[in-house]
Structures are given as C-alpha cells and as structure tokens.
C-alpha cells in the first residue's frame, strides 16, 4: 500500500537545544495525522516546519497523509516502527481503531505524543491539544444566542467515532438538553468535509425549506459547505445562526462579513506543543521549551513536558480580533 508523506526538513540554528542533549544525527519524529485535505491539518502539519527543532536541522519530521483511514494510519505505524522513528505524534481518525498502534509503538520503545484528536489509551506518553466538549458548548451557545430559546436547528457532524465527534457532541447534547425549545431538525456526518456539507445541506433546506434558523457545524469547512449551499438555494446565511470550530482561513472571512460564528483552535500550538513534549520524552529538551506557545499561553504549565495533558484555550472570534487573526495567518 502507498503512503503518501511530506518530509519536512530545514536548516537553520536553534539555540534552545542543549547540545550535548540532542545526537549527531537529526532526530527522526513522525507526525502521523488523520488527513491532509482540510485546511486545519494543513495548518497543524505546517506550523512543525516552524518549529526551532526542525528549522535546525536537529529534528527531521515526516508528515504522513492518513486518508481519513484507520487502517491507513495503522499501516504507517507499522513502517515508523520497523524503521525505528524516535517518537511519533498522532492525530487519529478514530478514537478505538488507534488504541492497538499505539501500543505497538509503545511496546518497540517509541514514545507517542497524541495531539488534536484522541486515542482511548493510557499508552501515550502525553496529549496536547484542547477541550472539545466545550468547544461542542461554544459552538451551540452561539447559535442559540441568535435564534433564541425557541427553534430549529440542523447539527453536521464530524467522522462517526473521532474523538472530535464524539466529544462535541457531547458539549451540543448539553447545551440542547438546557434549551428543550430548541428541536433538532436534522443530524448527520458530513465527515469535516465542506463539500459532504454542502450536499447535505442543500437536501435539507429542500426537505425543509424555510424552517431552519440555525445550523450548529462541528467544524468551519462543513459550515462553510453550509453556506455556500444555503447561497445556493436563493437565501442569505445572514438570515441563518451557522456557527462552526476551528477558525480556518474562510471562516474568518465570513465572521467579517457577520455570516457565521467560529472559535479559533490553535493549530500551531497544538502540534508544537506536542513535538515539544516529544522532545522532552526523549531527553533532548531543555528545561524551557523551544516553541514560544507556552509564553502565548502562561496559563499552560510546561511540568516538564511530564503532564498527561496539555489543554491550549480556545479563542473565541468576533469583530474585535478577527482582523488580527486573520493578518497573522497571512
């Protein structure tokens, strides 16, 4: 079977690195993600070629494809381990289908640092990224906050079985469960894929035409999807609370022009929070950190890079900050 990979490797000086810690060769880490189609990998897997480590030279990342594929990403497991990669950072596509690599990993001596999405084992050495129950909270809440405590909504969901999906689902489930005037019209995977979106929600503004008044998106590109449909049909997403996660580049843009709400989950610190753990697992770390996420958010305890858990804060994007984020990720 074809693996597709980016091999991520630059040359620069970092500073931050002990050099009696790190090896004469670059250490080799593997980011193994669930899928490179959507623009927040795409991100998570961009910002490891600014990390120190890797602009050094000191550390070389593979960046692997997973095709939004368990089995794909058990398969590039079992080839980081036979050719024995130091470490391994994982964003799964499925919350159990991941459990059984890891513990391969685990077993041949390679620390696993997840990140982004969860894996249901005690195996990995550490998880950064953040809470996506409230993220599922955030999201709801938006859309209520505009519709008010009476009417109707249509919820699109990520990949049946990811941790997102799960967990934000459990963060919607919570808010709907205090707002019982809001009825759910209809709910379904559109697998974080804005064109699944925009194919369901063109069946469902036929289905049920003027009702929906607002549309609760696990993520920004099935909220983009969403209004890109609801253009389609003749009606303006003004008219419609859609609110999504992630902050991508699009929702951005469409917060300016007041069609949606999103929160920003901060891609870069998520994947060089984890390779800074991995670095730390391994002994080659100084006692500061190299990514200066840590001072963007004082609020998160570096402990080493021993904690279980690293949750980066979700930013919530309005009219106030929305052209700042949207300068930096220029």
Same mark, same amino acid.
């Given at each position: 079977?074809?693996?597709?990979?980016?091999?991520?490797?630059?040359?620069?000086?970092?500073?931050?690195?002990?050099?009696?810690?790190?090896?004469?060769?670059?250490?080799?880490?593997?980011?193994?993600?669930?899928?490179?189609?959507?623009?927040?990998?795409?991100?998570?897997?961009?910002?490891?070629?600014?990390?120190?480590?890797?602009?050094?030279?000191?550390?070389?990342?593979?960046?692997?494809?997973?095709?939004?594929?368990?089995?794909?990403?058990?398969?590039?497991?079992?080839?980081?381990?036979?050719?024995?990669?130091?470490?391994?950072?994982?964003?799964?596509?499925?919350?159990?289908?991941?459990?059984?690599?890891?513990?391969?990993?685990?077993?041949?001596?390679?620390?696993?640092?997840?990140?982004?999405?969860?894996?249901?084992?005690?195996?990995?050495?550490?998880?950064?990224?953040?809470?996506? *129950? =409230?993220? %599922?909270?955030?999201?709801?809440?938006?859309? &209520? /906050?505009?519709?008010?405590?009476?009417? $109707? #909504?249509? *919820? =699109?969901? %990520?990949?049946?079985?990811?941790?997102?999906? &799960? /967990?934000?689902?459990?963060?919607?489930? $919570? #808010?709907?469960?205090?707002?019982?005037?809001?009825?759910?019209?209809?709910?379904?995977?559109?697998?974080?894929?804005?064109?699944?979106?925009?194919?369901?929600?063109?069946?469902?503004?036929?289905?049920?035409?003027?009702?929906?008044?607002?549309?609760?998106?696990?993520?920004?590109?099935?909220?983009?999807?969403?209004?890109?449909?609801?253009?389609?049909?003749?009606?303006?997403?003004?008219?419609?609370?859609?609110?999504?996660?992630?902050?991508?580049?699009?929702?951005?843009?469409?917060?300016?022009?007041?069609?949606?709400?999103?929160?920003?989950?901060?891609?870069?610190?998520?994947?060089?929070?984890?390779?800074?753990?991995?670095?730390?697992?391994?002994?080659?770390?100084?006692?500061?950190?190299?990514?200066?996420?840590?001072?963007?958010?004082?609020?998160?305890?570096?402990?080493?890079?021993?904690?279980?858990?690293?949750?980066?804060?979700?930013?919530?994007?309005?009219?106030?900050?929305?052209?700042?984020?949207?300068?930096?990720?220029?």
């Amino acid at each position: 079977m074809k693996t597709t990979l980016h091999r991520i490797a630059f040359t620069a000086l970092a500073t931050a690195i002990s050099t009696s810690a790190l090896a004469e060769d670059p250490l080799r880490i593997g980011a193994a993600t669930y899928g490179l189609q959507g623009e927040f990998m795409q991100l998570w897997s961009n910002a490891l070629e600014a990390h120190p480590a890797v602009l050094s030279g000191d550390v070389e990342v593979t960046v692997f494809d997973g095709r939004y594929d368990a089995l794909v990403q058990s398969n590039q497991f079992d080839s980081m381990i036979t050719r024995q990669y130091d470490a391994i950072l994982f964003v799964p596509i499925d919350a159990d289908a991941c459990v059984a690599p890891v513990i391969k990993a685990s077993a041949a001596g390679i620390p696993v640092v997840g990140s982004n999405t969860r894996c249901n084992t005690d195996q990995l050495a550490s998880f950064v990224g953040s809470d996506d *129950v =409230l993220a %599922g909270q955030m999201v709801a809440q938006q859309v &209520i /906050d505009q519709i008010g405590d009476n009417g $109707k #909504v249509v *919820v =699109l969901e %990520g990949p049946i079985g990811q941790s997102a999906q &799960i /967990d934000r689902g459990e963060g919607i489930d $919570k #808010v709907l469960a205090e707002n019982p005037g809001i009825e759910v019209l209809e709910r379904r995977t559109a697998n974080w894929s804005r064109a699944e979106a925009l194919s369901l929600m063109e069946n469902w503004l036929t289905a049920h035409r003027d009702e929906i008044g607002g549309v609760i998106a696990q993520n920004d590109e099935m909220a983009i999807g969403a209004i890109q449909a609801i253009i389609a049909s003749g009606r303006s997403p003004n008219d419609i609370a859609i609110a999504g996660v992630d902050g991508i580049t699009d929702a951005l843009k469409a917060v300016t022009q007041e069609q949606m709400a999103t929160i920003l989950q901060d891609a870069t610190a998520q994947a060089q929070g984890a390779l800074d753990v991995a670095l730390a697992r391994l002994g080659k770390a100084d006692e500061v950190p190299l990514s200066d996420i840590w001072e963007r958010y004082p609020e998160l305890e570096w402990a080493g890079g021993e904690a279980d858990t690293y949750n980066i804060p979700w930013t919530l994007v309005d009219q106030d900050n929305v052209a700042e984020l949207l300068e930096q990720r220029q």
